[in-house]
């Protein structure tokens, strides 16, 4: 005779540190391991199971381990962190990180039943008014990081975990307009010059160099530079483009390919590896950045960032070749492309980058 299975509810937990139990063969989440909500929902089942009633709590309208009313902020963005944010380029996840981070510090314990407007305007003026760890945020940062706010309690309304009326409430909250509030304005970064990128390369170590070079040649953004290997790079005898499969729109559809000339490629091949699957250039982005910043300081220079090399790529191909040519050379398309409308892109987009040296 077989032994007989133990059919107690046992407590696990994953690998993102969520508990849960298996009843009935179906999985419920409990919340976070080791909370002391995670305990009492598992002493819960255990209770339903010695009168009999697993049956009840196997039902799919208790599949919710954490119920919408006992849920707090901080249980919220794990969730969201956890099944949401892996979709978001690494940019865009450290934009909605730094506003969990403002988040959980204000309102992290709170219930997201407790959470209203009044809640998300105080937690605006924390946002206008930094901290020891942060510096205030400019007006439009603040709008910006306010939807996010918004649209973690939307998606947490499609997965049934926060009440349609709170999200409802929430949204009555419009954004800050000019002159109703004393967060700083953002001074629009204006393009590098030719002259100044130049006057700032002898303060540079070769290879960042080399990078602030392949950025004025392709218009490229710093992490897209960064990010590239030998692997990506289809060598054709008109130019060598690489396509991108991680970008700041690639979870909308959209296509993003970066083209090399023949000056960006006598650049490339002097950081190509034997091992397609190794980055061209193993440098981190703030070091570079701050190098960019000293050298600037070094020549003497008005202060530029890297991105404003992308500016500059801009404002040449729209002046000389116009805006279609343009959005082909740094991604700026409106939908997902077709495959006859992906060539024109391409076709368009090398014209444009050879202009560019």
Avoid at 45 to 63: E, F, N, Q
Avoid at 159 to 174: F, G, K, N, S
Wanted: aromatic share 6%.
């Amino acid at each position: 005779m077989g032994r007989p299975k133990n059919s107690i509810p046992k407590l696990s937990a994953d690998k993102t540190g969520r508990a849960f139990t298996k009843v009935n063969g179906r999985f419920i989440s409990l919340g976070r391991a080791g909370t002391p909500e995670a305990q009492t929902r598992y002493a819960e089942i255990l209770t339903a199971h010695a009168k009999g009633r697993l049956a009840d709590i196997s039902a799919p309208k208790s599949v919710n381990a954490v119920k919408t009313s006992a849920l707090t902020i901080n249980e919220l963005i794990l969730q969201f962190v956890t099944r949401e944010l892996p979709r978001y380029s690494r940019g865009g996840a450290l934009a909605w990180r730094a506003m969990f981070h403002v988040l959980r510090e204000q309102f992290g314990k709170t219930l997201v039943t407790d959470f209203g407007p009044l809640r998300l305007r105080l937690l605006r003026d924390a946002m206008v008014a930094g901290s020891d760890d942060r510096q205030p945020w400019s007006r439009d940062t603040v709008n910006r990081q306010t939807k996010r706010v918004q649209q973690l309690f939307r998606w947490g309304a499609s997965w049934e975990l926060v009440p349609a009326e709170i999200v409802a409430r929430l949204d009555t909250v419009r954004g800050l307009s000019i002159g109703e509030t004393t967060a700083h304005e953002k001074t629009p970064r204006e393009a590098a010059t030719a002259a100044d990128v130049e006057a700032v390369m002898p303060h540079l170590k070769p290879v960042h160099a080399d990078i602030l070079r392949l950025l004025a040649l392709t218009g490229a953004r710093r992490g897209e530079i960064l990010g590239l290997t030998g692997g990506m790079i289809e060598r054709r005898p008109d130019a060598w483009i690489a396509e991108l499969h991680e970008h700041k729109t690639a979870r909308k559809g959209k296509r993003r390919f970066l083209v090399f000339n023949a000056t960006a490629q006598a650049i490339l091949l002097r950081y190509m590896k034997a091992d397609p699957s190794k980055r061209f250039f193993e440098v981190r982005g703030d070091t570079f950045s701050a190098a960019v910043r000293t050298a600037c300081v070094a020549a003497g220079v008005a202060p530029f960032v890297p991105h404003q090399l992308r500016h500059a790529a801009a404002t040449k191909l729209v002046n000389e070749l116009g805006v279609e040519v343009a959005q082909a050379v740094l991604g700026h398309s409106d939908a997902m492309m077709t495959a006859h409308y992906s060539r024109s892109a391409e076709a368009k987009a090398i014209e444009g980058v050879k202009r560019l040296g």
